[in-house]
């Protein structure tokens, strides 16, 4: 049913495609994009206005994908049967002449393809394993499918419930299908594509010959977190796509005038800012490219351009990417979501934080994922950072909520690999390039549009980091955002470009190599020697997915405990009703899918006990002794504080209560003092003895301590069974 679905929604956009696309051969350019985009945005749109009925399922999925494909049908009849037929094959003409032009691109193109062809092995065999996505990216979509709509629902983990939602509404597409995460990791790759597709169009457009282009596609893609992130559910690179996507857009609008390639581009960054935050937070310096571009080409009329663009972006916003924003005002009378989740990410500290921040962005840059080289000099580039800020008079830590100790990173695991030695080498030499040399051309009279365009592109990245400085508190996995930020400049790459074979270049080529050849098959947590192993022991491709997923980090081994529940629950018989308290970062991903074997997962908040109606569940399930919560039902000034507080700062009770929470607050890890009137509570931290579930008619059946030097695979579950379902 989900190829039917597919077929649906990608006909009604190559409908559209070959209605926006009509005429000249400079529109068919970007016609890949619009494809891309319209089948993005018809999903959102499907999903969204079932979800106000609460009637998300397969057929009225299937049902939406006919309308809206016999719509685009029938204008597309109404426009003369139009057909968008890409120019894969000059265009293929073009690339290999190119190859055959320069020696080193030819080797280089052979790293590619052995990177293109790991990362679709990774992405159709390899199950989602990262503890953020079975936490939060494809848990919630999971909840969505279940209850019929996009509402929020009760859970620990705030994440699932305040973030920006269109990655996950495809993902939620692909599971109501599917009923498994087969081929999600393909919409970062997709990402991926959209953004290569965009840079190599972008250069066209400024007139750079083949082999520069090339050379930036090669270079981009072999940095470190983007040869991470293509095979992930990370959506870093899928935002740089939707943004880069309507850079292309909005250029070719500029050289073609039909208004459709300009609100394609809008739709484009609504989408975005939809997916991820850091596309609002980059807007401001996107918008002063393109704010350049429209001057460059129509000069007083490009306010007219920029204003057409802002209300097709506002309306696009409201139709595409308002849904979540809406319901986290319903919820906490605030767009952006609650109180404490605004408290744990939003910037502090003033003017001081944010210049910390700008450095720390920089040095971030300096990453050396895979290579030992670090050990060597990361200590003279650790105290230069310190030093600067001293020297500023700027506290270490100030404004930081996750730091990275200042260590320099050339470990392989995702969420802390930045761009890799080619990041702080040569991308982030190209951007004082771009700058200088257009200063320079511009005093010598000699500037031309391609210098002036990749000065633009290099500036912003500086702007962008400029943005995100006072927009978020700085944390390790801040990379993530760094690698965003970055493809969106990744033109300025064209400057590094070298025409002769040199020893610079070969060092070059040694790099990209190494990345796409050594690194690409040796990532932490998806080593393709052990993924074959597993796959060669197991008895079927979902025995060895299923086991991969299970498995601790190192080799596969072992198994963690969201999967010991799986197995546990899946040992009663169908139609088994469980309430569930997880704790913040429980992996209730593949707990909550074993509703498609006819179980009944309820996920319940300590918080909110007294609501629930306890009889109509089989079993109670705690997760851990002490249930961690960031969701929390009250603000700050409105929680009621059942403990008192000692001279130790020590929480305790003066009577007994049916249960007990301990609140925390923002910055620390200290106890919430209500004294404390300057402090919002962040989380809870509530414990639930065996006698409160005794009293709802459950009996404690079975304790599993799961002992690990991990936080996240360390649990104390237990297990409380109905009373009147206990064998005599």
């Not at 994908?65 to 890409?86: D, H, Q, T, V």
């Not at 033109?491 to 690409?520: A, G, Q, R, W």
């Amino acid at each position: 049913m989900f190829l039917i679905s597919f077929l649906l929604v990608f006909l009604t956009a190559y409908f559209v495609t070959s209605i926006v696309c009509n005429g000249s051969e400079k529109r068919k350019i970007s016609g890949f994009l619009i494809l891309l985009v319209s089948i993005f945005a018809n999903v959102i749109l499907t999903m969204e206005i079932l979800s106000v009925f609460s009637a998300i399922s397969r057929i009225n999925v299937l049902i939406l994908n006919i309308l809206f494909s016999c719509a685009a049908g029938f204008f597309w009849l109404k426009k003369g049967k139009p057909l968008y037929k890409p120019e894969f094959k000059r265009t293929a003409e073009r690339i290999f002449h190119a190859l055959k032009k320069d020696k080193i691109l030819m080797i280089m193109a052979f790293g590619f393809l052995f990177f293109i062809c790991v990362t679709l092995f990774l992405n159709i065999f390899m199950p989602v394993t990262s503890s953020d996505a079975l936490a939060y990216h494809l848990n919630r979509a999971a909840f969505w499918s279940f209850q019929g709509s996009l509402n929020h629902f009760d859970i620990a983990d705030d994440r699932n419930l305040v973030m920006p939602i269109n990655s996950e509404i495809l993902y939620m597409w692909i599971l109501l299908f599917v009923k498994s995460d087969i081929g999600l990791n393909f919409v970062s790759f997709f990402g991926y594509i959209a953004s290569i597709f965009s840079i190599y169009n972008i250069l066209s457009f400024l007139g750079f010959c083949e082999r520069k282009k090339i050379w930036t596609i090669f270079i981009l893609s072999s940095f470190a977190s983007v040869i991470a992130e293509v095979s992930s559910l990370e959506t870093d690179v899928l935002i740089a796509g939707l943004v880069l996507t309507a850079i292309t857009l909005f250029i070719n609008y500029l050289k073609d005038k039909k208004l459709m390639f300009l609100y394609f581009a809008a739709l484009s960054y609504a989408i975005a800012a939809g997916t991820k935050s850091p596309a609002i937070i980059a807007f401001p310096g996107v918008f002063l490219l393109l704010s350049f571009w429209a001057y460059q080409k129509e000069k007083k009329n490009c306010l007219k351009t920029l204003g057409i663009f802002l209300g097709f972006l506002i309306i696009n916003f409201v139709i595409f990417s308002s849904y979540n924003y809406i319901l986290n005002f319903i919820q906490y009378q605030d767009f952006l979501g609650s109180e404490s989740a605004k408290a744990i990410h939003g910037f502090r500290g003033g003017i001081k934080a944010f210049v910390a921040n700008y450095i720390r962005y920089i040095f971030m840059m300096f990453d050396f994922s895979g290579f030992r080289y670090s050990e060597y000099v990361g200590e003279y580039i650790t105290n230069a950072k310190l030093s600067l800020l001293g020297f500023l008079h700027i506290p270490e830590n100030l404004g930081v909520e996750m730091s990275d100790n200042n260590v320099i990173n050339n470990g392989l695991l995702d969420v802390k690999m930045g761009t890799g030695l080619l990041g702080f080498l040569l991308f982030l030499p190209g951007t004082i390039a771009a700058i200088v040399v257009a200063a320079v051309r511009k005093i010598q009279n000699k500037l031309s549009t391609k210098s002036l365009a990749i000065f633009a592109f290099g500036l912003m990245f500086y702007i962008n980091i400029f943005c995100l400085s006072f927009s978020i508190a700085y944390m390790v996995f801040s990379v993530r955002f760094m690698t965003f930020i970055v493809l969106l400049s990744a033109p300025v790459l064209v400057l590094s470009y070298m025409k002769k074979t040199n020893l610079l270049k070969l060092l070059i080529l040694f790099f990209v190599m190494s990345y796409f050849v050594v690194i690409t098959p040796n990532l932490i947590s998806r080593p393709i020697k052990n993924i074959i192993r597993v796959i060669k022991e197991e008895k079927s491709i979902s025995a060895a997915r299923d086991r991969i997923r299970c498995a601790l980090l190192v080799g596969y081994r072992g198994k963690m405990s969201f999967c010991y529940l799986r197995d546990m629950i899946k040992q009663t018989p169908a139609g088994t009703s469980f309430g569930i308290f997880p704790s913040a970062d429980s992996r209730m991903f593949v707990v909550k899918m074993l509703e498609n074997d006819g179980y009944k997962i309820d996920t319940m908040l300590v918080e909110k006990m007294e609501g629930y109606d306890f009889s109509k569940y089989d079993y109670i399930i705690t997760t851990n002794k002490n249930l961690i919560s960031t969701v929390l039902i009250n603000k700050t000034k409105d929680t009621k504080i059942n403990y008192k507080i000692n001279k130790k700062g020590e929480a305790y009770f003066d009577k007994p209560y049916p249960y007990t929470c301990i609140y925390i607050q923002e910055h620390t890890s200290y106890i919430y003092n209500p004294l404390d009137k300057n402090s919002r509570i962040i989380g809870s931290t509530c414990n639930v003895p065996d006698s409160y579930f005794e009293k709802k008619g459950f009996d404690m059946i079975q304790n599993i301590n799961f002992k690990s030097n991990i936080r996240e695979n360390a649990n104390y579950m237990t297990i409380y069974k109905k009373r009147d379902k206990i064998q005599k």
